[in-house]
Nanobody
Framework: QVQLVESGGGLVQAGGSLRLSCVAT????????MGWFRQVPGKEREFVGA????????GYADSVKGRFNISRDNAKSTVYLQMNGTKPEDTAVYHC?????????????????WGRGTQVTVSS
């Protein structure tokens, strides 16, 4: 069983930067693909970005492309989300997710494993 623990959320002014981290524990094969989703109360969960095991495949939502950067450190079993040029509409709970398959981040059912989330608030 994979466990994912996020950190790094908080309050940031519009235009500022924030870096989220997510540490995974469990069988490494089960988190070969890692990434981020976000959710605002009353709205559907939104894909943010994902990265495969060696960084050869990376995908972003159009809403964050060019502003957010996803990376990972396999030695630390950690995935990062560098958020630059933040906007008030980026305010959400950000959830880390993981799966054996990268494509699961684009499936309606989503990845198999989820973290509890970290709140990001962008003030205008």
């Amino acid at each position: 069983q994979v466990q994912l623990v996020e950190s790094g959320g908080g309050l940031v002014q519009a235009g500022g930067s924030l870096r989220l981290s997510c540490v995974a524990t469990g069988r490494a094969d089960d988190y070969r693909a890692m990434g981020w989703f976000r959710q605002v109360p009353g709205k559907e969960r939104e894909f943010v970005g994902a990265i495969n095991w060696n960084g050869g495949m990376i995908g972003y939502a159009d809403s964050v492309k060019g502003r957010f950067n996803i990376s990972r450190d396999n030695a630390k079993s950690t995935v990062y989300l560098q958020m630059n040029g933040t906007k008030p509409e980026d305010t959400a709970v950000y959830h880390c997710a993981a799966d054996l398959y990268f494509r699961r981040f684009y499936d309606p059912s989503g990845p198999a494993y989820w973290g509890r989330g970290t709140q990001v608030t962008v003030s205008s």
